[in-house]
Every structure is written in C-alpha cells, then in structure tokens.
C-alpha cells in the first residue's frame, strides 16, 4: 500500500498562529483560560488540555478575574472584550487577521443599512463561534442564512448586504448567492446596488484548498480525510474529497480507519481541514501501515 499525505493539509496560519501564542503562554505560567476549544480538533484540544489550557464558556468567563484568556481565531464580538475589561481580565487575542477584517467590514456594512432600514445577511453555521463574532458585530440583528428555507428569514423588499463565513465553500457561497438574486428579482423586478450588494468573504486559504482536495482524491484509491467532527471548513472539504472519490472516509481519530476500506485498493491519500494537526495526519497514516500490513501478513 503506497500512503500518501498531502503536504498541503493542515493548519492554516490563523490557527498556526492561535495555537503558537497559547503553547508560549502555558510555557511561561502552565496555565491558560481559552474561550471554547482552541481549534476545532478534538485531539488538538486534547493535548494542549493536558499542556494546562483551560477551556470555558461564555458564562464561565463571567465569573473569572484577574487572570489570562485566549481569543481564539474564530474572534469574539465586542461584548467579550466589554466583560474582560470590567472583570480586569488579560486578553491573548489570537483572532486571526482575516476574521478580523470580515468582523470590520460587517460593522461598517451594519452602519449603512441601518440608515436605509436593511439587512446583512451572512452565509454560515448558526451558532459558529465565527458568526457569534460577526452577528456581535450588528447588535445581534444579522440574519444567519444556510439553507433555501432560512431565506424567509429575509424581507427581500428592503435592501440586503450579503456576507459569508469565512470557512464556507465556494459552491455553497455562490449557490446563495444566487439564491438571493432570484428573490430580489421575484421581489423588485430589478437587482441594483442600492438592494443587493454581496462581499466573497470566504478565506482563500480554505477555498483555494478545494481544488487540491479535487485532484488530491484523484490520484488515489482510497481518500482518508482527518478532521474534527465540529470543524465547519473539514466538513466542507471532506464533501469535495467525497463527490470526486466515492471512496472517501472522514475520521476525528486513527482509531476510526477501518481495514476493509483499503480491500482492492493500492493508494491511500491522507488529507485536512486547516483545523487538523500534521501529527494527527502521520498518525492515521501508521494506522494505515499497521491495517494492511496485518492483512498482508494474514
């Protein structure tokens, strides 16, 4: 079985950067509060958890003071920052540099319509750490949209500024998209700047993945995709993985490789989310080793 990683998977620099400034700090004191899991990989948080990280709610930062509390990369909305000051806590923020910039451009966007009595309306998860940051940033007021049916949500005759997750893919942006379009046609008659005006907000570092994913899982047999269950960008990658290569499996851990997966099969391909960890990818890959060397063997 020749098995190979693809070197292009893994951490993206937001998250490179999220975990380099809480590995320095739980170096430094051997302890550090982190607003939900760091990264959005169980076996990440597993062993940073057992480096001293400490991860907490919403609700139990409330309670803290005087100590130190990482942002991770998805970012906070401002009521965070608001709680931290008055509980004279010490933020890390790690927001990654792209996150912030979307959360900048949704707050101007927000100012604009509110004069205007529209709406931003953003493509995402509800309740991702990532669209809690944004809708802080409109007073709670921005409409989460995923599917055909959160369209009702939206009173297409007042003007919408669309954004998106930076995390979602570009298929599923585009589809909305035009979705949206269609509407304010059905609607007004006419599609006009003053109506509809739409932001791509997607991060490159993910949708620019797709196409490798697209003829990573092409040069293989059998596609092994290694990611956290919670992570909206493995999600959206594994599906690419899985509508070129039908032999494509996702797994949160090494233990999850199944044998019979590589019956017939001469190449593996091991890829992830920018949420997945190298040592997590070169560990489903041993895993791999040791399950068609025992078949071999037998």
Known sequence: MKITIDNESGFCFGVV????????????????????????NNMEVERLTKKGLKIITHEQLEQLSNCKVLIRAHGEPPSTYITALKNGIELIDASCPVVLKLQHRVGAG?????KEHGQIVIYGEEGHAEINGLVGQTNGKAIIVRTEEDLAKIDFRLPIQFFSQTT?????FEKMKSM??????????????????SNDTLCRQVSNREPRMR??????????????????????????????????YFVSTPEEVEAQWFENAETAGICGATSTPMWMMEQVSKRIEELTSEKTAV
């Open 17 to 40: 950067y999220a975990i380099q400034m809480a590995e320095e700090e739980l170096d430094r004191s051997g302890t550090l509060y982190c607003l939900g899991d760091i990264v959005h």
């Open 110 to 114: 927000f100012e604009e319509v509110e």
């Open 168 to 172: 979602k893919s570009t298929a599923g």
């Open 180 to 197: 949206l379009e269609e509407k304010i046609l059905q609607t007004n008659g006419i599609i006009t700047s003053d109506n509809f005006v």
């Open 215 to 248: 003829k990573f899982s092409e040069q293989h047999d059998v596609i092994v995709f290694a990611s956290g269950k919670k992570s909206s960008n493995g999600k959206a990658l594994y599906s690419v993985c899985k509508s070129i290569n039908p032999r494509s």
